[in-house]
């Protein structure tokens, strides 16, 4: 395995820059997730770390080689693509072994690191068949079950996930999770699912309009996003936004557009009176209390209860471990947990709350 970096990065498509100056470091061993809405720049970026792509400016690393220049099979890579990408002529386990039967492996040796791989993601039984007689989710964990029996420095994936159905995407999560943390390769990975970076990443890159706008674990960008897109990107449901501004009589309540007071635990450098927008989780609602939410829809999801309702005029969702009796039309009385709401600046989007 091997350290990945990126180096003020840029990627320009003729007079239209799509990257600015990405810089990212990946340490050996680490499963690094690049996230962000599509057209942000994320797979362009695995396509130039890949080779797919040239770099405009910059310099990637992989471990302590610059390979700017390098041609795709000098960079100990396996790439996952979101297309499979197989021989349709060749079974499944030729599929895998390709890369081997390249380097004039035996027989016995390609049988070894293909078996083991075919176990882990299901094919077993499959060995023997062509890529036509395959469903699509089939064929893309063939596809993975060739990158792994490369054995490269760093595995990248492109989207590996995005056709298989939800049942089995799910279930192929945790296999992946399970299968780095046994080979601890460098692995790098782009979705635009902030539930797949959630639940699989060491590490999360967010991504937009081509730079990043914030790097950390799951739980670091979900506690504390740096600004207003990180914090409506990361979380499902999404975080609540509400337009206000702090008392300047009370720092410890927030007031919205329309006269709403709101709690506030640490308003950090919010600047009282100043348009600044109140962001709080769905789950970080309480029931009871003196915030009057007028219910649209109930949504039972058999472990939660999903309210969707409206404060003044602003949209509201909440997640409750309870079940809610109310219905469309009725009054919710609720309280929000004061230390876990975020403030951003209106004008900058970044965040100001401690």
Known sequence: MASVTFRDVRKAFGPVEVLHGVSIDIEEGQFVVLVGPSGCGKSTLLRMLAGLEHITSGEILIGDRVVNALPPKDRDIAMVFQNYALYPHITVAENMGFSLMLKKASKAEIAERVRPAAEILGLTNLLDRYPRQLSGGQR??????????????????????????????????????????????????VTHDQIEAMTMADKIVVMHDGIVEQVGSPLELYDRPDNLFVAGFIGSPAMNMMTGAVDPNDRATFVTGYGHRLPIARPGKAEPGRETIYGVRPESFRLGGDIPLRVEVVEPTGSETHVIAKLGDSDVMCVFRERISAGPGEELPVSIDAEAVHLFDAATGARVSV
């Not at 994936?157 to 995407?169: T, V």
């Not at 296999?175 to 080979?183: G, I, P, S, T, V």
């Open 140 to 189: 893309q964990r063939v596809a993975m079950g060739r990158a792994i029996v490369r054995e490269p420095q760093v595995f990248l994936f492109d989207e590996p996930l995005s056709n298989l159905d939800a049942k089995l995407r799910v279930s192929m999560r945790s296999e992946m999770k399970n299968l780095h943390q046994r080979l601890q390769t460098t692995t790098v990975y």
